[in-house]
DNA sequence: AGACTGACGGACC
DNA sequence: AGGTCCGCCAGTC
């Protein structure tokens, strides 16, 4: 699966950035967001992993590699907003396997 | 096997 | 904007 979770990041061309979550999907694991995470962390693979970002363009790494990853983005032409990307701008969407893309998740929990 | 953990996500408050 | 919770998946202890 790794392999595919690489394969879907690869494919986020320069100056783009997606999330992990849509990362997980295109990789065919909806909700395994962490795993993507996880993957990523442990595949020094010269993978674009600077182009992956949280929901909503939010950098969620710690302190230093945070700061690295920001400026990787920048200088692919990436802009921020605050601690976010402007996602409006540089969101990359994944071609949806399955029919239209409605939109991401279907709303579904009703609450927990 | 069970519990904890992690670069997560989404809904609530 | 920030904090809490529950759900997800895989790797470690």
Redesign the pocket.
Known sequence: ??DRIVKAIRMVPRGHVS????I?RAAG??????????????SPFG?P??R?????G?????GD?AFE?RLRLEAEGVTFR??RVNMRLHEFRFPRPNKNSPR??V??????
């Open positions: 699966m790794r999330s992990y979550g849509s997980a694991s909806p909700g395994a967001a962490r795993q993507v995470a996880w993957t990523l962390h442990s993978l992993w600077h992956i970002v949280g929901a909503g939010e950098i969620k790494l710690r590699s990853q605050g601690r991401k998740k709303r579904k929990t009703t609450r927990k």
